[in-house]
């Protein structure tokens, strides 16, 4: 439940569950906010696992609570290493290393100096989307991590906005080469013969 997002000040219709063909007196006059919703969810599930006596093969009389609590205190937790979690939520778009040694992304210039080491090859900037403005991660194209480059040259600060920006400048060429086309196609005047209907 708490995976579930929901705008703020949402409201929801809770019904009972009523037999076929019987409506409730009150049938939706009430609503509850989703935050209230979410919070005697919450409360529910709570008590259903702490409740005991539970009749499992696992519980065997104990709570949900209990035996979950048991089974996680003898589990041997794996770590992500410090490599993997650099890789969390990150996106990943393949570029070539400039020959001055850095690497553009949306327009944005980033250097580093394991990365200009690599000049004039192909590697894989691992990203946030969301913060251009942060560092961004080198790797070679078969997985090795090369080092962390910082911006240098600023243009955009998310992916979604240097996309916008790219998407209105080819709309703008479109429109500034449509015209010149279809000129030269009428009546040879783009060929530099007169105007139609001239004398």
């Given at each position: 439940?708490?995976?579930?997002?929901?705008?703020?000040?949402?409201?929801?219709?809770?019904?009972r569950q009523q037999p076929a063909g019987q409506a409730?007196?009150?049938?939706?006059?009430?609503?509850?906010?989703?935050?209230?919703?979410?919070?005697?969810?919450?409360?529910?599930?709570?008590?259903?696992?702490?409740?005991?006596?539970?009749?499992?093969?696992?519980?065997?009389g104990r709570s949900f609570d209990a035996t979950f609590?048991?089974?996680?205190?003898?589990?041997?937790?794996?770590?992500?290493?410090?490599?993997?979690?650099?890789?969390?939520?990150?996106?990943?778009?393949?570029?070539?290393?400039?020959?001055?040694?850095?690497?553009?992304?949306?327009?944005?210039?980033?250097?580093?100096?394991?990365?200009?080491?690599?000049?004039g090859q192909h590697v894989v900037v691992r990203f946030?989307?969301?913060?251009?403005?942060?560092?961004?991660?080198?790797?070679?194209?078969?997985?090795?991590?090369?080092?962390?480059?910082?911006?240098?040259?600023?243009?955009?600060?998310?992916?979604?906005?240097?996309?916008?920006?790219?998407?209105?400048?080819?709309?703008?060429?479109?429109?500034?080469?449509?015209?010149?086309?279809?000129?030269?196609?009428?009546?040879?005047?783009?060929?530099?013969?007169?105007?139609?209907?001239?004398?």
């Amino acid at each position: 439940m708490r995976g579930h997002q929901q705008a703020p000040g949402r409201r929801r219709r809770l019904y009972r569950q009523q037999p076929a063909g019987q409506a409730l007196a009150n049938y939706g006059s009430r609503t509850l906010a989703w935050d209230e919703f979410v919070r005697l969810v919450d409360a529910g599930i709570a008590e259903h696992n702490a409740r005991p006596d539970r009749r499992t093969a696992t519980a065997r009389g104990r709570s949900f609570d209990a035996t979950f609590d048991e089974g996680y205190a003898a589990s041997v937790i794996r770590r992500a290493s410090a490599e993997q979690r650099r890789l969390w939520l990150l996106a990943a778009e393949g570029v070539k290393v400039r020959r001055e040694g850095y690497v553009v992304l949306a327009g944005n210039a980033y250097f580093g100096e394991a990365v200009s080491a690599l000049a004039g090859q192909h590697v894989v900037v691992r990203f946030d989307p969301d913060r251009l403005d942060q560092p961004v991660h080198v790797h070679t194209p078969g997985g090795a991590y090369v080092g962390a480059a910082e911006r240098t040259t600023a243009r955009f600060d998310d992916i979604d906005t240097a996309r916008e920006h790219a998407r209105a400048h080819r709309a703008r060429q479109r429109a500034a080469r449509g015209p010149a086309r279809g000129h030269g196609a009428d009546g040879g005047a783009g060929r530099g013969g007169p105007p139609a209907g001239g004398g």
